[in-house]
């Protein structure tokens, strides 16, 4: 069986500094903080090898125009790929190249699902371009995909704690026919035999039409742009939710402040323009009394002058009467006495009566005056609130901005994912399709693929072997299912116990997979990637079984002596004595100049 070992993975870009790690002929350990790039190494591993629909992206690949994945094949020669992001062209150079390229490439092959794509290209290196695999339970069969083989070796994050069986690309039933076909592949080296159409008009009907699905697969995969399976933007999804609703509720109790503040400075301008009202009413009134009052003082003035100037009209003069205009001889004895003390009686009078007048006046001025002063002074205390609630609605509005945006993002986020998860089941349903199509004219259902008890029974003992070895506790008699395709132990299926659990049985089936193939020269990519097989030691959800901490070293001492090429991603730091014989790269916790896989491009270019 021919191997293939990985040498490198560089992202190069014009006037950028490379950011490159290499992997070491046995084990590579990359361990550090997180947000640092480890999982996009080995999401952009998957990518090159056209399992990965989507570019990896990360904020600091901004910029960067080329992918390089180099590979050693299994005569010894390098072999570099070389994938702009984005491009669904790849081009292989015979050659090891670690920078920015612009030679000629020896070939040009597609990404994924073409006539001269990279999984034949590399299926022929591996000698398994001719090797079929069963399709469904009619017995259709199919060309063996690079991917069918690929998600065996180089397990990413989003699948290795996922509840889909280990062995299968995807949880419908084509999906668990295939994953047990390449099983069989892989445990006994025997393929499917082809399973011919009737003739050469219907296998190109039914080729035209495969094509068809398969161009139809490749646009709805550019349209997706959420990097994961259904399973892994699930998750995601129900973060969303979350998130989405907890941003609702922080924008609620704003906006409930908000109109609160709007309320009560509604009721502030209005309660101002009553008051504004009221003091203009009172200025008005006041104005008017003040006229009112100086024609009072001016009537008393003049009666004043009248009852002064009393004697000055005639009262000693004979002849006419000046009160009554009676002339002399129809005057009585005490005719101007008379006249005179009637008027004197009637200009006081109307001095006393006018004093009053004047006096209630004054009173009803003193009493405006006093309203007018509080009324002020209730309009300016309002106007100080009104600005107090001005600045309130200000700073709300000030903080609901961000939230705004910050909702506005997540529902946008929201959005997408969902439908990318439309666009993943729409695929699914295709290849769905492209499956039925392969086998409508199958002659007659097959018995399903047989594994030998035997071998099963071997590669059983493997993986309990491998658990044992990792001292993981209550997994006694695993096993993995020929039929359902699951991983049990301690008596459950895998996807019933929690993430960390699952992850680590996930690691196991695919560690004793690669052992397996290894040791009886069956088919295998030749190397094993693992992304967070100890997931447990980091941050734990609900329903989460906490696995002891020892694990962990003795998981990373099992891979000082494993037989194929192995690359474990991870959070947690190996011990020391796995330090001094691996290859391993820190990322942010330990040495200088390394806090990610980018390099920090301000330090960098100086």
């Not at 006093?370 to 209730?378: D, H, K, M, N, T």
């Amino acid at each position: 069986m021919a191997d293939l070992s990985l040498t490198h993975l560089t992202w190069a870009g014009s006037a950028l500094p490379t950011a490159q790690v290499t992997f070491g002929p046995e084990l590579t350990i990359i361990c550090g903080n997180s947000n640092t790039g480890k999982t996009f190494i080995v999401n952009s591993i998957d990518y090159m090898l056209g399992g990965r629909r989507n570019t990896p992206s990360i904020t600091r690949a901004a910029g960067y125009g080329q992918i390089l994945l180099g590979l050693k094949l299994p005569d010894g020669s390098p072999l570099t790929l070389v994938r702009k992001p984005g491009s669904n062209h790849i081009h292989v150079h015979q050659a090891d190249l670690r920078n920015l390229t612009h030679a000629t490439p020896d070939a040009v092959v597609s990404a994924r699902r073409a006539k001269h794509d990279i999984s034949k290209y590399l299926l022929e290196v591996l000698s398994l371009d001719a090797t079929y695999i069963r399709t469904n339970e009619q017995g259709s069969t199919a060309l063996l995909q690079l991917q069918d083989i690929a998600h065996l070796a180089v397990v990413t994050d989003g699948r290795i704690d996922d509840e889909t069986p280990p062995c299968q690309r995807g949880r419908g039933q084509s999906s668990r026919t295939a994953g047990r076909s390449v099983m069989r592949l892989s445990l006994t080296g025997d393929d499917e035999p082809p399973a011919n159409l009737s003739n050469a008009a219907q296998r190109r009907v039914q080729r035209g039409k495969i094509t068809l699905i398969d161009q139809l697969v490749v646009d709805l995969s550019n349209k997706i742009s959420t990097p994961g399976n259904a399973e892994a933007l699930r998750r995601i999804l129900g973060r969303l939710d979350t998130s989405v609703r907890e941003a609702t509720r922080s924008h609620h109790a704003e906006s409930e402040h908000q109109a609160a503040a709007i309320a009560a400075r509604a009721q502030l301008n209005e309660d101002e323009a009553r008051l504004t009202a009221r003091l203009s009413e009172i200025s008005d009134l006041l104005g008017r009394f003040d006229l009112l009052q100086r024609q009072y003082e001016s009537d008393l003035a003049r009666l004043a002058m009248v009852s002064e100037a009393g004697n000055l009209l005639g009262y000693f003069q004979t002849g006419r009467c000046v009160f009554c205009g009676a002339e002399p001889e129809h005057q009585t004895a005490h005719h101007g006495l008379t006249e005179t003390t009637q008027l004197h009686q009637a200009v006081q009078a109307e001095d006393h009566k006018t004093r009053v007048l004047l006096a209630d006046l004054r009173l009803t001025i003193t009493d405006l005056d006093g309203q007018r002063a509080e009324l002020a002074s209730e309009i300016a205390d309002i106007r100080a609130q009104e600005a107090s609630a001005e600045a309130t609605i200000t700073d709300i509005t000030r903080r609901l901005e961000p939230l705004n945006d910050a909702l506005e993002q997540l529902l946008e986020q929201r959005a997408t994912v969902q439908r990318d998860l439309e666009l993943l089941a729409r695929i699914e349903e295709l290849d769905e399709r492209r499956v039925a199509l392969t086998g409508e004219a199958a002659p007659a259902r097959r018995a399903p693929s047989y594994i030998p008890a035997s071998i099963q029974n071997a590669f059983n003992a493997e993986l309990q072997a491998i658990l044992d070895d990792w001292h993981v506790p209550g997994v006694d008699a695993a096993t993995w299912d020929t039929y359902s395709g699951e991983v049990r132990a301690g008596g459950s299926d895998r996807s019933s116990h929690g993430r960390g659990l699952r992850a680590l049985l996930h690691a196991a089936f695919s560690t004793a997979l690669a052992r397996y193939c290894s040791e009886h020269r069956m088919p295998h990519m030749g190397f094993l990637v693992l992304d967070s097989p100890l997931v447990t030691f980091g941050q734990l959800e609900p329903g989460d079984e906490m696995v002891p901490l020892y694990v962990k070293d003795y998981f990373y001492r099992y891979f000082l002596r494993f037989p194929v090429q192995r690359i474990i991603v991870e959070n947690s730091i190996p011990p020391d004595d796995v330090i001094e014989q691996a290859h391993v790269v820190f990322f942010g916790t330990r040495g200088p100049g390394r806090p990610g896989f980018f390099p920090d491009r301000h330090r960098t270019a100086k």
